[in-house]
Structures are given as C-alpha cells and as structure tokens.
C-alpha cells in the first residue's frame, strides 16, 4: 500500500488560491493513479481530481473545472492541486488518494477504485 499525507489547507477569503500538497511514499507508489476528493459532513465523498502515472492525463470535476489543477512531481514523490477562484461551496475536508488498479478512465471518478487515502486536509472558505 501507499502512505499519503496532506497538507495546504487553510481558511482563505472567496476568489482567493491554495495549493494543497500530498506526499506519497512506498515502493511502487509513482506507478499509482493519483487522486484528491472533498467531503462535508453528511455528504458523499466527491471527486475533484485526478492524474494518471507519469502524469500524461488529468481529470476534473465539473464543478472544478477551469479553476483547479492537478500535478504531480514523482521525484519529489509529491501531487499537487492548485485551487484559484476559490469559493464558499468548495469548503470542505480534501483527501488524496491512490488508486493501484488499471481501470477505464469513468472508474477514476469513484472513491472506490482508490487503494490508500490521507488523513485529510481542512479547507474553508470565507465569503
């Protein structure tokens, strides 16, 4: 399995940007998919991100689209999401995930074609 820990997240006005920062760690790890997802209290985990190995396809939400971007760094074992116009409906706890299976790219949207998740980074934004 894949050992993830995020970082980043933070409280930060509306329109504003974050990067959050995940590190990954294990002997296969860069030969993962890479994913981030969010959740709010009594709602579904929801896709917002995902690269493919070696970071040749990126995947995004709908409603994250155009504001967000997924990379990766496998030399410093590290993904990134840069988030830019940020706003009040993106509040919520954003995990990374890791998905070792080789699936049709629709598969990389749903939580459970991941492996290993992060404890999870809280980012709230203000109005």
């Given at each position: 399995?894949?050992?993830?820990?995020?970082?980043?997240?933070?409280?930060?006005?509306?329109?504003?940007?974050?990067?959050?920062?995940?590190?990954?760690?294990?002997?296969?790890?860069t030969t993962y998919v890479m994913g981030w997802f969010r959740q709010n209290?009594?709602?579904?985990?929801?896709?917002?991100?995902?690269?493919?190995?070696?970071?040749?396809?990126?995947?995004?939400?709908?409603?994250?689209?155009?504001?967000?971007?997924?990379?990766?760094?496998?030399?410093?074992?590290?993904?990134?999401?840069?988030?830019?116009?940020?706003?009040?409906?993106?509040?919520?706890?954003?995990?990374?995930?890791?998905?070792?299976?080789?699936?049709?790219?629709?598969?990389?949207?749903?939580?459970?074609?991941?492996?290993?998740?992060?404890?999870?980074?809280?980012?709230?934004?203000?109005?």
């Open positions: 399995q894949v050992q993830l820990v995020e970082s980043g997240g933070e409280l930060v006005q509306a329109g504003g940007s974050l990067r959050l920062s995940c590190v990954y760690s294990g002997r296969t790890a209290p009594e709602k579904e985990r929801e896709f917002v991100a995902a690269i493919s190995r070696a970071g040749v396809s990126t995947y995004y939400g709908d409603s994250v689209k155009g504001r967000f971007t997924i990379s990766r760094d496998d030399a410093k074992n590290t993904v990134y999401l840069q988030m830019n116009s940020l706003k009040p409906e993106d509040t919520a706890v954003y995990y990374c995930a890791a998905a070792a299976g080789y699936y049709s790219r629709p598969s990389y949207y749903t939580a459970r074609s991941y492996d290993s998740w992060g404890q999870g980074t809280q980012v709230t934004v203000s109005s």
